[in-house]
């Protein structure tokens, strides 16, 4: 059911598709436990392991590379999940890749 989740929400970016032009975000309500489990999917199916941001009492923030930007998936403690998905700036002479 979560990869069901995790693969609805991270289409809906358009994290399988070609590059995008800005940033993408999508809300959803969730529980703060799944919402963390939903990180640990989405880093073992992309093969990245995530980048802490936030983690304190009241959210969890991480950052995952993907093939064409990043992706960050915040958790709240307020049941809520915020996905965002943001192109590589290239003009910085940046990439997704390793």
């Given at each position: ?41 989405t880093a073992q199916e992309m093969g ?20 064409d930007g990043f992706v960050t998936v ?25």
């Open positions: 059911m979560r990869a069901l989740v995790v693969a609805s929400l991270l289409s809906t970016l358009g994290i399988f598709s070609a590059h995008a032009e800005e940033a993408n975000t999508r809300v959803a309500a969730m529980p703060y436990s799944e919402c963390l489990s939903i990180i640990a999917e990245e392991a995530p980048v802490q941001l936030v983690n304190n009492d009241e959210e969890t923030t991480v950052r995952i590379n993907a093939s915040s958790c709240s403690r307020a049941d809520k999940i915020v996905l965002t998905k943001s192109p590589v700036p290239e003009a910085a002479g940046m990439t997704a890749a390793r």
